[in-house]
C-alpha cells in the first residue's frame, strides 16, 4: 500500500487544501477531542467485551488512545488539515500502531452515530454548566429581592410610568423566570443524554455490538433505538439552543433596563465601574458596554438558533454535512450565555440604588393615580370608569398646575368631578395622601404583587425550589461519576 491516507482510497486525487479547510470542523472539534477519546474507548472495551476484538487489541488500542489524550493535553497532537476532523486525527492517531490493531478501532461505528454521541456528551456538560451558573445567578436575585422587597420604584408599560413596584419584585420576576429555563433545560437534559453510538453510518451494523454496554459506560441514561434517528436527528440541540436564546432574551431585557436606569435621565442606579468603560474622548464618560454587550449577543444567540433551524430545514433524513455547523452553533451560543449570566449577576450585586430618586419619579409623575382612582372605586361609590374620567382630569389639572396629585385641595376635586361626571365626591386631604402614597400602594398589594409580604410569600416557596434542583442537577453529577468510575474501572481491568 503505497497511500498514507487511509481514508482516501476510493479517490485519486488528495483533497483540495481550500476545501479541506472549507469542509473541516476542526475549530470546534478542539473542544470535542477529550470526549471524542472517551467515546472511542467505551467503543473499544465494548468490541472486546462482545469478543469482536482479541484482549492484547483492546489494549493496544487503549493505549494508544491514552497517548493521543496525553498528546492532546501536552499540545502535541499532530493534526493535518486533510484530517478534517477529530474522528479521523483520533483514528488515525491509533492507526499509528499498526494498520492491522489500530484499524479494528472504527469496527461497528461511524462518524455519523460519533459525531451525535459527542455532541450529546458535550450538550449535557453544558446544560450542567449553565444551570450550575444560572441557580446560583437565581440565589443573588432571590436574596437580592429580599433585601429590597420594601423599596418603592416606578413600573413601566410602553416606556412610561405606569403603577408602583419594587426593586424586590422586578428582581424576583426575573429569578421566577430564569427558574422555568433551569426547569427546560433539567426536561430537556432527559432528551440529551441517550446515547447515538452504534448506529453507525445509518441502519446500524451486523456486527455483535452492545449498543447499551457503551451507553452505560459513557453515563448515559439509555439508547436512542431507531439508528435513523439517531444519525440524523439535531433537535436535541435546538432544545438546548432555544432555552439559551430564552436565557438571553431576558439579559437584555434587563440589560437594557438597566442601562436606562443608569443613565442621567433616570438616575435610578449607578452601575459598578468594574462593568463599565471609558471613552478615549470624553473624559467624563461612563459606559455601560457590558450590559451593551449582553444585549447584543441576545441578537447572536437568536441568529444561531435561526441558523440552527434553517440549517436542518428540508434535510433528507441520513447525516448530511449540513448538520456540521449546527455544532458551532451551540459552542458559540454556550460561550456567549455563560459569561453573560455571570456577569449580570456581578452587576446586579454590585449596583448601587438612589431610592429618593425613584420616589421623586413616582409623585411627580402621578404613578399612583390609579391607586387613586381604585380607592375611590372601593370608598367613594363610583364605577370603575367614573373614577377613571375623574382621575384623568385631576392628573391634567395637577400637570397644568405643575403639583402633585396629592396637593390638589378637596374643593377643587368636588368641583372637577361635578363638572365632568355631574356627582360629588368627599374626599379628605389625608384620604388623597394616603391613596397616593408610594410605601402605602405597594403595601395595598397585600399577597399579591409588589409588597412585601408578597415577596416574602413568594420566596418562600421559590428558595426551596432552587434547592430541589440543586439537588436534581448534584443527582445528574452523581450518575455521571459514579459511570465515570465503572468505565474507568473496566478500562483498568482490561490493562491488567
Ligand atoms: N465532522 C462531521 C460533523 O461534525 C462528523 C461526521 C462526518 N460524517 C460524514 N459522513 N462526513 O458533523
Redesign the pocket.
Known amino acids: 500500500m503505497t497511500k498514507t491516507n487511509y481514508f482516501r482510497h476510493r479517490l485519486d486525487e488528495e483533497l483540495d487544501e481550500m476545501a479541506a479547510g472549507y469542509i473541516g ?1 476542526w475549530a470546534e472539534d478542539k473542544r470535542l477531542i477529550d470526549i471524542d477519546i472517551r467515546v472511542n474507548e467505551a467503543h473499544t472495551l465494548m468490541l472486546y467485551k462482545q469478543g469482536v476484538i482479541r484482549r492484547n487489541d483492546a489494549k493496544k488500542i487503549l493505549e494508544m488512545l491514552k497517548l493521543a489524550r496525553e498528546d492532546w493535553r501536552k499540545g502535541k497532537f499532530e493534526f493535518d488539515r486533510e484530517d ?2 477529530v ?1 479521523i486525527a483520533t483514528e488515525k492517531y491509533v492507526i499509528k500502531s499498526g494498520l492491522d490493531i489500530g484499524g479494528k478501532l472504527h469496527t461497528g461505528k461511524s ?2 452515530d460519533q ?1 451525535a454521541t459527542d455532541m450529546r456528551i458535550y450538550t449535557r456538560e453544558q446544560i450542567v454548566d449553565i444551570l450550575e451558573l444560572l441557580l446560583d445567578f437565581i440565589s443573588s436575585l432571590a436574596e437580592l429581592s429580599n433585601e429590597y422587597k420594601g423599596d418603592p420604584m416606578p413600573g413601566y408599560t410602553h416606556g412610561q410610568h405606569a403603577q408602583v413596584t419594587t426593586v424586590g419584585y422586578y428582581l424576583l420576576g426575573y429569578a421566577q423566570g430564569f427558574l422555568r429555563d433551569v426547569d427546560r433545560l433539567l426536561n430537556a437534559y432527559d432528551r440529551v443524554n441517550l446515547s447515538s453510538l452504534g448506529a453507525c453510518a445509518l441502519v446500524g451494523t451486523s456486527i455483535n455490538i452492545d449498543r447499551e454496554y457503551t451507553a452505560d459506560m459513557l453515563g448515559f441514561d439509555g439508547i436512542i433505538e431507531n439508528s435513523m434517528d439517531a444519525v440524523s436527528s439535531r433537535d436535541f440541540v435546538m432544545e438546548v439552543l432555544s432555552t439559551v436564546t430564552l436565557i438571553m432574551t431576558k439579559l437584555s431585557r434587563m440589560a437594557e433596563d438597566l442601562i436606562d436606569f443608569s443613565t442621567y435621565e433616570y438616575r435610578f442606579i449607578r452601575l459598578p465601574d468594574r462593568y463599565c468603560d471609558i471613552s478615549s474622548v470624553m473624559p467624563q464618560k461612563k459606559n455601560p458596554d457590558v450590559l451593551e454587550m449582553i444585549r447584543a449577543s441576545a441578537g447572536k444567540t437568536n441568529g444561531l438558533l435561526i441558523e440552527s433551524a434553517m440549517g436542518t430545514l428540508r434535510l433528507s433524513t441520513g ?1 448530511s ?1 449540513d ?2 455547523p449546527i ?1 458551532k452553533n451551540l459552542c458559540e451560543a454556550v460561550d456567549i450565555v455563560k459569561p453573560s449570566i455571570t456577569l449580570m449577576e456581578g452587576i446586579l450585586k454590585g449596583l448601587e440604588y438612589n431610592f429618593d430618586r425613584m420616589r421623586e419619579v413616582i409623585e411627580e409623575n402621578y404613578v399612583t393615580a390609579t391607586d387613586l382612582a381604585e380607592f375611590i372605586v372601593q370608598n367613594k361609590d363610583f364605577s370603575f370608569r367614573e373614577s377613571h374620567i375623574l382621575v384623568g382630569e385631576l392628573v391634567k389639572t395637577a400637570e397644568k398646575q405643575k403639583k402633585k396629585l396629592k396637593d390638589l385641595s378637596p374643593d377643587e376635586i368636588s368641583k372637577i368631578s361635578a363638572n365632568v361626571l355631574g356627582k360629588d365626591i368627599v374626599i379628605s386631604k389625608k384620604e388623597l395622601e394616603e391613596a397616593t402614597d408610594a410605601l402605602l400602594s405597594i403595601e395595598r398589594r397585600g399577597v399579591t404583587g409588589p409588597s412585601p409580604v408578597s415577596i416574602e410569600r413568594i420566596l418562600k416557596s421559590l428558595n426551596p425550589g432552587i434547592k430541589k434542583r440543586r439537588e436534581d442537577i448534584e443527582g445528574i453529577k452523581d450518575r455521571l461519576k459514579s459511570a465515570e468510575e465503572r468505565f474507568q474501572k473496566t478500562k483498568d481491568d482490561v490493562m491488567g
Open positions: 470542523s478534517i476532523d474522528h462518524r455519523n459525531v447525516y454535512k448538520l456540521q455544532k
